[in-house]
């Protein structure tokens, strides 16, 4: 396989795709965050590894004129992209890196949120805590989703399967590997009680914890379908039409099985805390 990877979020085209694809999901996750955080008028906020500022906006809503929300992340894509959708005064998007993002600010905030971020790319818990501590006032909050899998292979293994099938068929494909981020694995309960026990550890206090079902058209398995697709069409542009509409029936049937019954259930849990 190619070292192309499906979620290369320094790239602008796949950043702008991301962006356009990115809807249902965040907005929920966003929604639902900003209530069991407590976020309110006049509030300050992070939204770190903020992306293409999705979540910064509905952030923005709720902290009003009075407020401020500063959207952080490593992709000069998707701070750009930020940038461009960005509606209102008190929203700023900065370059930055979620291991060293207090140093971006002016002083300490009220809250700081990362959405999609904390299983696969705030890997380096203890750094990313220590900047939490610097970064949030006394009993400031900090929130973040995971998405739990109960049983069965992450997304990369699924992908492998599915790969193999395709290389059989079409050996000149030279297909990408799924790549999200460093730790591409499955997050599992046991994972995030090791998390919350060194998450207390650090001195911060454990306020929600709050585990919902996910519905079936946000599965791993669909964000793999349109990254896909988008894989195809730009980097196989030599094919022919009958050739792509093939290619992607035969990834339909072999992904199939990590669709159905047996495939692992997912779930998104949201967590609060606060800072000491
Ligand atoms: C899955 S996206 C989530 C984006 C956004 N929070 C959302 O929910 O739509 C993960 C984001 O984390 C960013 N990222 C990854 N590692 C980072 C780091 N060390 N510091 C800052 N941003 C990072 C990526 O550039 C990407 O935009």
New binding site residues.
């Given amino acids: 396989m190619s070292a192309i990877l499906f979620s290369d979020?320094g790239d602008p085209a796949f950043a702008a795709e991301y962006a356009r694809r990115?809807g249902g999901r965040?907005e929920r996750v966003a929604g639902r965050i900003v209530e069991l955080a407590g976020i309110g008028e006049g509030d300050r906020v992070v939204d770190l590894?903020?992306?293409?500022g999705?979540?910064s906006a509905q952030l923005v809503e709720r902290v009003g004129a009075t407020g401020e929300v500063i959207g952080?992340?490593?992709?000069a894509a998707?701070i750009s992209l930020a940038r461009a959708a960005a509606k209102d005064t008190n929203v700023r998007f900065l370059e930055?890196?979620?291991?060293t993002f207090s140093a971006l600010l002016r002083q300490p905030v009220d809250h700081v949120v990362a959405?999609?971020?904390w299983q696969n790319?705030l890997t380096d818990r203890e750094r990313v805590l220590d900047e939490l501590a610097r970064a949030l006032k006394p009993r400031g909050r900090f929130s973040f989703d995971v998405r739990l899998r109960s049983q069965g292979a992450a997304a990369a293994s699924s992908w492998r399967e599915i790969a193999q099938t395709l290389s059989a068929r079409w050996p000149q494909l030279a297909l990408p590997e799924v790549s999200?981020?460093p730790a591409r694995r499955p997050y599992t309960r046991e994972a995030l009680e090791l998390d919350l026990a060194l998450i207390t550890q650090r001195g911060f206090r454990l306020l929600h914890r709050e585990e919902v079902e996910e519905p079936r058209d946000t599965s791993r398995s669909d964000q793999l379908g349109w990254r896909f697709e988008w894989w195809l069409a730009r980097t196989a542009p030599t094919l022919s039409a009958q050739a792509r509409v093939e290619i992607l029936s035969e990834f339909e049937r072999a992904r199939a099985p990590h669709q159905g019954a047996g495939a692992a259930k997912r779930s998104t849990t949201y967590v609060v805390v606060e800072a000491g």
Wanted: aromatic fraction near 12%.
């Fill in positions: 979020f990115r965040t590894c903020c992306g293409p999705l979540v952080i992340d490593a992709s998707m930055g890196d979620a291991y959405t999609s971020a790319f999200g981020g």
